[in-house]
């Protein structure tokens, strides 16, 4: 199974937080750090290096998306905050675009793991459409 992940994270957010955060909830799901496929986030973040040295880390694709991109995923967030939508013009940065990445690279998606919150980051995992639990 590929694993689609997607990342929200606060301004300056380490590489460490971020890799936690994807270590510990690939752990809560028994999914193995392999099955990652990419990472990805919305465009306001593109200049996060903690972003950039956890996809080397694992060495796999980081993709962004706009607000307008992420915002074809908002009926299918499992939850929406006003909060997010002030900040970056979308209702769920992680789910948005771990959704997103996996239909960009594997064609269709579900969401596998809601928003899961550590510290200064959110993260979320897809896979393609058919796997799933």
């Keep these: 199974m590929q ?3 997607g990342i929200g994270c606060r301004r300056g957010c380490p590489a460490q937080t971020l890799g936690n955060l994807l270590e510990h909830t690939l752990k809560a799901h028994d999914l193995p750090l392999e099955a990652v496929a990419g990472l990805a986030s919305i ?7 903690g972003l950039y040295q956890l996809a080397r880390r694992l060495n796999v694709p980081l993709l962004f998306f706009s607000a307008a991109q992420l915002a074809a ?15 970056s013009g979308c209702y769920g940065v992680a789910e948005s675009a771990a959704l997103a990445l996996a239909e ?7 969401l596998y793991v809601k928003r899961t919150l550590l ?9 393609a459409t058919g796997f799933g639990g």
Excluded at 43 to 49: C, M, R, T
Excluded at 119 to 127: E, F, G, K, R
């Design 3 to 5: 694993i689609f992940v």
């Design 43 to 49: 465009d306001l973040k593109e200049h996060e290096p």
């Design 73 to 87: 995923f908002e009926t299918r967030l499992s939850h929406r905050s006003a909060v997010a939508f002030e900040h």
């Design 104 to 110: 960009k690279m594997a064609g269709s998606a579900q």
């Design 119 to 127: 510290s200064d980051a959110s993260l979320a995992l897809a896979t």
